[in-house]
């Protein structure tokens, strides 16, 4: 019986930048400037007005942080449900990458009641993530679109 800690026959140490647990760290996020949430919850509220009732957005830094939330017809999500949700994302994101599958563009979920679309915007200290929370009769594909077309300006939001 061999030691977890022993290699695996020819098996090489991965770098630094893809050990589980290595991503950009949280610290080296810049803190937004209050015109820049200003101008992603702007975009974030038009983007809420697209949606059918019962879903809503929020943006959030990769560390879970909420920066921006806007619901149609239901309470704001609690910040602890949407750091969970950040933090799925981020554990997709570096899975993505130890498995050499690529860099993570979105992610979807589905529950029973609910769609869950996920979008990493950035790849720097000012990345972010955008969710939509959709009831289960909601258009995907339009709501995918709307939150698309609205990309450029929350990416020059928080520049």
């Given at each position: 019986m061999r030691s977890s800690d022993e290699p695996t026959a020819g098996a090489e140490a991965l770098p630094a930048s893809q050990e589980v647990?290595?991503?950009?760290?949280?610290?080296a996020?810049?803190?937004?400037?209050?015109?820049?949430?200003?101008?992603?919850?702007?975009?974030?509220?038009?983007l809420v007005t697209t949606l059918p009732e019962?879903?809503?957005a929020a943006l959030l830094r990769p560390d879970g942080t909420v920066l921006a939330q806007g619901w149609s017809?239901?309470?704001?999500?609690?910040?602890g449900t949407l750091s969970h949700l950040a933090?799925?994302?981020?554990?997709?994101?570096?899975?993505?990458?130890?498995?050499?599958?690529?860099d993570l563009e979105d992610l979807q979920i589905t529950s029973h009641d609910r769609y869950v679309l996920v979008r990493r915007l950035g790849r720097s200290d000012r990345a972010a993530l955008v969710m939509v929370v959709l009831p289960p009769n909601a258009d995907i594909a339009a709501c995918r679109d709307a939150l698309r077309?609205?990309?450029?300006a929350l990416l020059e939001a928080l520049r």
């Amino acid at each position: 019986m061999r030691s977890s800690d022993e290699p695996t026959a020819g098996a090489e140490a991965l770098p630094a930048s893809q050990e589980v647990g290595a991503g950009p760290s949280t610290a080296a996020l810049v803190p937004l400037a209050p015109a820049q949430i200003g101008a992603a919850r702007a975009t974030l509220t038009e983007l809420v007005t697209t949606l059918p009732e019962g879903g809503g957005a929020a943006l959030l830094r990769p560390d879970g942080t909420v920066l921006a939330q806007g619901w149609s017809g239901v309470s704001e999500a609690t910040s602890g449900t949407l750091s969970h949700l950040a933090a799925c994302a981020q554990s997709a994101l570096r899975a993505m990458l130890l498995g050499g599958w690529g860099d993570l563009e979105d992610l979807q979920i589905t529950s029973h009641d609910r769609y869950v679309l996920v979008r990493r915007l950035g790849r720097s200290d000012r990345a972010a993530l955008v969710m939509v929370v959709l009831p289960p009769n909601a258009d995907i594909a339009a709501c995918r679109d709307a939150l698309r077309e609205r990309e450029p300006a929350l990416l020059e939001a928080l520049r």
